[in-house]
């Protein structure tokens, strides 16, 4: 069964923290995504990655950074956690999307920033 | 501006009825994805659609692809309680990139 896993299905953390949210999968797929889904505004790319140590922007990216130092793993971090970024922040991996292939997600983790 | 614009936003209905969910863009997209997404869970993959008015069915649940590659619509039929859930639809962006719709909630009421 293929899988994306993402570390914790719920944070609560203070406001200023640094924090790292993780997700590995295990279908050797090149191309992993961070979105972040609000009430009302949907699922928004914060970044993706196509290739190890590869990353780009995605729609929203202020604040946030990304790490892909192996294939399976990548990793959201938010610099200096604030009230905005509380959100349902979900993980995507895919083989190519520009074929129209699936895109795998985690269970997705909600953050609360306090 | 949304790229993909999904109506109803909300819809109830009662058990055994049918129901249509639309999605619809100015853009022509190669190919567009429906998933379903659950409370608490992350989307899952329902159907992709490629050619220019294509119909796919999925036991009770039917999708069309516009004619000109820029709009959806999925069909329930008899509506289950399990079939409760977010519909997204997505489209190809360019890039590798997939630009989602803000979804349409559907709930089936027993």
């Known amino acids: 069964d293929v899988k994306v896993t993402q570390s914790s299905r719920y944070l609560v953390k203070r406001t200023g923290e640094k924090v790292f949210l993780e997700c590995v999968q295990d279908?050797?797929?090149?191309?992993m995504f961070w979105y972040r889904q609000d009430p009302g505004l949907g699922l928004r790319l914060i970044y993706f990655?196509?290739?190890?140590?590869?990353?780009e922007k995605g729609d929203i990216p202020e604040g946030y950074s990304v790490s892909r130092e192996k294939k399976e793993r990548f990793s959201l971090i938010l610099e200096s956690a604030s009230t905005n970024q509380t959100s349902m922040y979900l993980c995507?991996?895919?083989?190519?999307?520009?074929?129209?292939?699936?895109?795998?997600f985690g269970q997705g983790t909600r953050l609360t920033v306090v | 501006t949304q790229l993909l614009e999904q109506s109803p936003q909300f819809l109830s209905i009662q058990e055994g009825e049918n129901l249509t969910v639309y999605c619809n863009s100015s853009?022509?997209?190669?190919?567009l994805q429906w998933y379903r997404q659950e409370p608490g869970e992350g989307p899952v993959l329902l159907v992709t659609?490629?050619?220019?008015?294509e119909v796919k069915k999925l036991k009770r649940l039917t999708f069309q692809f516009g004619d000109a590659r820029k709009d959806s619509s999925l069909h329930i039929t008899a509506a289950q309680p399990g079939d409760t859930g977010l519909y997204l639809c997505?489209?190809?962006?360019?890039?590798?990139?997939?630009?989602f719709g803000k979804g349409n909630q559907v709930v089936v009421i027993p």
């Open positions: 995507a991996s895919s083989l190519n999307p520009g074929l129209g292939t699936e895109a795998f």
């Open positions: 279908m050797d797929h090149e191309n």
């Open positions: 990655s196509y290739d190890v140590k590869m990353k």
């Open positions: 853009s022509v997209f190669s190919s």
């Open positions: 659609v490629v050619t220019g008015g």
């Open positions: 997505a489209g190809e962006k360019g890039n590798n990139r997939l630009a």
